[in-house]
């Protein structure tokens, strides 16, 4: 018998379909699968009453002849998505135990198409992180292994969604990006992971960490699974008030495998110094694989692309700083006071029990950067730069139909490394940043691996709301790049 | 008119400029569906926004938005177009964000004017610097347990309009006009109820001291008061505060005071040193708010006629006083009752009554307008006894505290209570002739030169008749008879 847990979505959904199997075959073998895989720690909680249950009622509403865009598809959820009556904790502390009485609209999206969810996977904490080891419930394992056998990150933040999906633990996942959490932990763990364009998804229900750059996306096995699932979450939310009121088009429809006139970018400021050679050659593949399809490949010059960084480690943590001042063991969630105590010791109390170092050290920034007399100098500097970066694209978009890159600078790296220099952790983001910053679209797939065996990602970049070009070109380098390879004790 | 304290070193004056925020009328809150009703069970009109759970972002009410945009053309003030919602952060317990949502550098409205009537008729023009739009925090309750404090986020999130005055203010009367007539305005507006001791309507007090046409002095707010006398009196006790500490040779430094009105005095509550940085930064869960010039001329054909234009319209139309339509426009339902009594008579003679003798009855009482027990219809049929001679006026006055009293209709009254005026010429000459006769000498005197005397004859008369001649008849015929 197949192996359901080593299905695409694409094929689980025929496989439904054709009643090869149901919605609770399918969820009962990635029960154990997640049972078997514990040792990654991709899954902060495990719902698998919650699963069947949901699969009881896919498979009935499919005997009904009634089947959704993902009908009886069993998903991790990030746990950053709010969920009703399960737990949701952004993978802190501060949140344990909080049980929302609400459901966020992506996962309201989801299920209403008919997924099933098998938990909550882990992250860093607050989505704040690009190795997963901030989160307060343990670091996540990436399911692959160097050829040392060293133990190495799945990359992050939405490291225990790419490490359920690579480790077969998971169809698909849900992830967010703020500055590259869905890509660099897809490229990490060698799957496929889409950013939407800024406003394609609702954020209502997800816990905030930098509202202007958040956006929800699948996290998936190929580029057909992301325009699946993408298709399944998107759409206009009058309760999101950034969410922008587009038309949903058919995403898979895209995939039609012919790039053939496309124009392709390629932005010479993204060869940055000290760029390992691999990461070149993975890039130059990536271009003749297009050229070879029809595209035409041509230079681009983004030119504020250096100062993008700096930027969103403004941006980013001065919203946060705001975003996370909520957490004040008030109303929800851990809350720390001793007898006597008055309100502010009972704010400093809980909140410095509550939140990772990581955290503490973004609001610390943040706070920074948004205080009298420093406004003008990082806050409101960054939200100018930021405008360059965006007209940066906006003129690369003006001759090009999409933008090729690396997703990360490396391969996934040792659990421990890089862990007492933030700032070479925060190097992580420099390719997946810009185009979060500009709220464009990117598509991180699998084309190659590095000299220790580790899946490397390639990101297509695209024009706001135009996932479609992004997906058809993805498509495309997919079936080019042929990437078969599967992590140890994966190989199907 | 100007108002100086005479320090021990010479004359000062006082600038002040007032913030006054204005609870929005309004179904729902500024960025939740939870509703706006006052007086309900503490947490019971708290949304998932209102509450600040994770994940929950706010969506403007356009409905705030229109009543915002109300008040500013009600103001005379710049719309702005485009504005934008910024955080201001800060932790406390009824803040459930642990930021305010409120606007910063753009607000919804720009600069704008209030007139304001002075009690000796005079106006005075007073700038407004803006008006913005901001989320009310909640309600924080120290009485509801020895240990700890009680949060009620009911008003969490309901819209405010702050509305900032220039430093135009020189007087405590002058700040009295101001709250009076703004107070007016959003009234007859429908934004604001305006009612200060439920706290839909609040003021803070920026006040400093300077000689007279000097610099601007160094400024201490004064947060939160709650009516319009205590400001006026806040501000006088402030000032003066202010001058014994400059001319005692101290230093005023801008702080947040608070104003004492049982002690009467102001008190500091937080120096600029302990000030919060409120790291105010755009709402990035907000577009900017656009709207165009269409939604704002929608907005402007609902406005009523305002004070202003009432009172020009009653100085114009009715040949009222300044004073007289400032009195009447002060609110709605009170220049609403002059109208109906005014309609199709005299505009004087019922601005008289209206301020007069009814607004001086229902002082007594203690009732608004809407509750009279005279309607604005039985008094203007008084005034039509009046005028057609049915009555006297200094009968009228006898009738119109039996209608305060009973409510009846004038003309009831006057026919139960047999008032109607003599005009027949032969029961009142008959009167005359009997005083005439009873006071020979007197009448003499007045031959002789003494005209006084005829007011003499006339109230006996008057009073013969249980003051139910006509003055005027009476007057003539008398004067006819004696000197005729």
């Known amino acids: 018998m197949t192996d359901l847990t080593n299905l695409t979505l694409a094929e689980a959904r025929d496989g439904l379909a054709k009643g090869d199997y149901t919605s609770v075959e399918l969820t009962e073998a990635h029960i154990k699968s997640m049972e078997a895989h514990r040792n990654l720690n991709a899954y902060i909680i495990e719902t698998p009453g919650k699963a069947i249950e949901m699969a009881k009622a896919s498979d009935a509403k499919r005997a009904k002849g009634d089947a959704g865009k993902m009908e009886g598809l069993p998903i991790a959820i990030k746990d950053l998505f709010c969920t009703e009556g399960v737990q949701t904790t952004a993978a802190s502390h501060i949140l344990e135990g909080f049980k929302p009485e609400y459901e966020s609209t992506v996962t309201t999206n989801l299920f209403n198409n008919g997924a099933v969810m098998l938990g909550k996977a882990n992250l860093d904490e607050f989505a704040m992180g690009s190795s997963n080891t901030s989160s307060y419930y343990g670091n996540v394992i990436n399911p692959w292994k160097g050829k040392d056998g060293k133990d190495l990150v799945p990359g992050g933040s939405s490291g225990g969604s790419a490490a359920a999906v690579a480790a077969g633990m998971a169809l698909a996942a849900t992830g967010t990006d703020t500055g590259g959490s869905i890509r660099q932990p897809a490229s990490y763990c060698g799957i496929v992971g889409l950013k939407p364009t800024y406003g394609r998804c609702s954020r209502w229900g997800i816990v905030a960490f930098a509202s202007s750059l958040d956006q929800a996306g699948p996290m998936t096995r190929t580029v057909r699974d992301a325009a699946i699932m993408l298709g399944a979450m998107a759409g206009h939310d009058a309760k999101d008030s950034t969410s922008a009121p587009v038309a949903v088009p058919d995403f898979e429809a895209a995939l039609t495998g012919d790039i053939r006139g496309m124009k392709i970018g390629i932005p010479k400021e993204y060869r940055v110094d000290n760029m390992p050679e691999e990461i070149n050659k993975l890039w130059d593949n990536g271009i003749a694989m297009l050229r070879d399809a029809g595209a035409e490949v041509v230079d681009v010059t983004l030119p504020h692309t250096k100062y993008a960084l700096g930027t969103y480690y403004i941006v980013a943590p001065a919203e946060a700083s705001s975003n996370l001042a909520r957490y004040d063991g008030l109303r929800y969630g851990q809350r720390v006071m001793d007898e006597g105590d008055s309100l502010d010791d009972m704010y400093m109390k809980s909140r410095a029990a509550g939140f990772g170092k990581e955290v503490q050290r973004r609001i610390m920034i943040g706070t920074y950067v948004l205080s009298a007399g420093y406004y003008d100098a990082y806050y409101n500097k960054a939200l100018k730069v930021r405008r360059r970066i965006y007209e940066d694209f906006a003129t690369a978009f003006g001759t090009v139909d999409a933008i090729l890159a690396p997703t990360a600078p490396s391969a996934a790296f040792a659990i421990g490394e890089n862990e007492d220099d933030p700032v070479k952790m925060y190097l992580n983001d420099v390719f997946t940043v810009p185009a979060s910053l500009a709220g464009l679209p990117g598509l991180s797939l699998p084309t190659g691996l590095s000299s220790e065996g580790l899946p490397l990602g390639l990101q297509l970049i695209g024009k706001p709301f135009d996932e479609e070009t992004v997906l058809r070109v993805g498509g495309v380098l997919e079936t080019a790049a042929n990437f078969t390879a599967k992590p140890a004790g994966q190989e199907g | ?484």
């Open chain 2, 1 to 484: 008119m100007t108002y100086i304290i005479e320090g021990s070193t010479g004359p000062w004056e006082i600038v002040v400029g007032l913030e006054v925020h204005c609870q929005v009328v309004s179904k729902s809150k500024l960025f939740s569906g939870a509703s706006t009703t006052f007086g309900n069970d503490p947490n019971t009109n708290v949304s998932l926004v209102d509450a600040a759970m994770p994940g929950m972002l706010p969506v403007i009410n356009e409905e705030c938005v229109r009543q915002a945009v109300k008040t500013g053309l009600g103001l005379k003030a710049k719309i702005n177009l485009e504005s934008v919602f910024a955080r201001k952060n800060y932790f406390y317990a009824d803040l459930p964000q642990g930021y305010q949502i409120s606007q910063f550098d753009k607000p919804i409205v720009g600069e704008g004017t209030i007139i304001l009537d002075m009690p000796d008729g005079s106006t005075k023009s007073v700038g407004i610097e803006r008006l913005h739009l901001e989320q009310d925090a909640g309600k924080s309750m120290h009485d509801q347990d020895p240990k700890y404090s009680h949060i009620d986020l009911n008003r969490s999130g309901v819209a405010l309009m702050e509305i900032v005055s220039m430093p135009d203010i020189r007087t405590p009367e002058e700040a009295g006009a101001y709250l009076t007539k703004l107070r007016a305005i959003v009234r007859y507006l429908g934004t604001c109820d305006g009612n200060m001791n439920e706290g839909s309507m609040r003021c803070d007090a920026n006040v400093s001291v300077r000689r007279p046409g000097a610099e601007f002095g160094t400024r201490c707010e004064i947060k939160n008061v709650n009516s319009i006398r205590y400001v006026m009196q806040a501000i006088e006790i402030e000032a003066k505060r202010q001058v014994e500490v400059i001319e005692a040779g101290g230093e005023i430094v801008q702080e947040t005071r608070l104003y004492d009105p049982r002690l009467g005095e102001t008190r500091s509550m937080r120096s600029k040193e302990m000030a919060h940085d409120y790291r105010y930064f755009p709402d990035p869960d907000l577009l900017p708010l656009v709207f165009d010039q269409a939604f704002v001329s929608e907005i402007e054909k609902t406005l009523p006629e305002l004070p202003d234009e009432k009172k020009a319209r009653f100085m114009r139309e009715n040949g009222l006083s300044a004073y007289d339509a400032g009195v009447l426009v002060a609110d709605q339902e009170k220049a609403a009752y002059y109208e109906v009594v005014a309609k199709g008579r005299d505009g004087k003679l019922a601005a008289n009554w209206v301020i007069t003798n009814l607004f001086g009855a229902l002082n007594k009482l203690e009732v608004p307008v809407t509750e009279s027990p005279v309607t604005a219809e039985n008094l203007g049929k008084l005034l039509d006894l009046i005028s057609d001679d049915t009555i006297s006026g200094r009968i009228a006055k006898d009738v119109f505290e039996i209608m305060i009293e009973t409510g009846n209709d004038p003309e009831k009254i006057v026919e139960e209570k047999g008032l109607k005026q003599i005009t027949d010429t032969g029961a009142i000459e008959t009167a005359i002739d009997e005083v005439i006769a009873a006071n020979p000498d007197k009448v003499q005197e007045i031959r002789d030169g003494k005209d006084r005397m005829l007011g003499w004859f006339v109230g006996q008369v008057m009073k013969s008749t249980g003051g139910k001649a006509n003055p005027g008849m009476v007057n003539k015929m008398l004067r006819d008879k004696i000197l005729g």
